[in-house]
């Protein structure tokens, strides 16, 4: 049973570019949650889905970031006309559709540089 | 919301030795509590984890404990080895809430 996958693993971008981070959660599992982890700090929520729809999108800044996970294919995390700030490692989790909801599995993590 | 601190953030111990990190929160509502080790460039990876109906979860050198009066709990690691270095970072999750909040982390040295 494949774990979360991410790719890229790694993405390096210009400033002013788009940057598009894939992730396919776990066999059976419906829930995707995406974290971004800079240098020496704690994983920080940014949004969570269900297929098809934006369940919370709370942590998540109000431009330039959008997420998306489409009814076929992968969960995307979309980052438009990046800036240095945006450059961090970027995780997505997946958690089953039942009562164990809340144990999340992570991926390798998508690192972004902007250059 | 939620609001986790961890402690302390760098601790090294010799090889045999215990080590203990320790966590507070805030919200008295939040009911799940994991601990996730993280290697230097690798993926945060679930080790343990517990729920408020429980005091104490262990499995083999690994252990939390959690105090709801206080809203602490803390990650125990006994007989510790070289590969158990890492960062390790404990989070929590209030019923209502659809994401963990995480500590800051630990960076944890065993020296051999």
């Known amino acids: ?115 | 919301g939620e609001n986790v601190e961890q402690h302390p953030s760098t601790l090294s111990v010799q090889e045999g030795d215990s080590a203990v990190i320790k966590c507070t929160y805030s919200d008295s509502a939040s009911n799940y509590f994991p601990w996730y080790k993280q290697e230097l460039g690798k993926r945060p990876q679930l080790i343990i984890d517990i729920r408020s109906n429980v005091g104490e979860k262990k499995d083999q050198r690994i252990a939390v404990t959690l105090n709801k009066t206080a809203k602490h709990f803390s990650l125990h690691i006994t007989e510790t080895q070289p590969e158990d270095s890492a960062v390790y970072f404990c989070a929590a999750r209030s019923p209502g809430a659809n994401n963990l909040f995480f500590g800051t982390g630990t960076r944890l040295t065993v020296i051999p």
């Open chain 1, 1 to 115: 049973n494949a774990g979360v996958m991410q790719n890229p693993r790694h993405l390096v971008r210009r400033r002013g570019q788009e940057a598009r981070l894939r992730c396919s959660p776990m066999k059976g599992h419906s829930h995707v949650y995406w974290y971004r982890q800079l240098p020496e700090e704690g994983l920080k929520f940014m949004v969570y889905l269900q297929k098809e729809n934006i369940i919370d999108e709370s942590g998540m800044p109000k431009e330039r970031f959008s997420a998306e996970f489409p009814k076929e294919g992968p969960s995307i995390l979309r980052i438009q006309q990046v800036v240095r700030g945006d450059s961090a490692a970027y995780f997505c989790a997946s958690s089953p559709p039942t009562s164990g909801r809340a144990r999340q599995f992570f991926g390798p993590g998508t690192r972004l540089t902007v250059l």
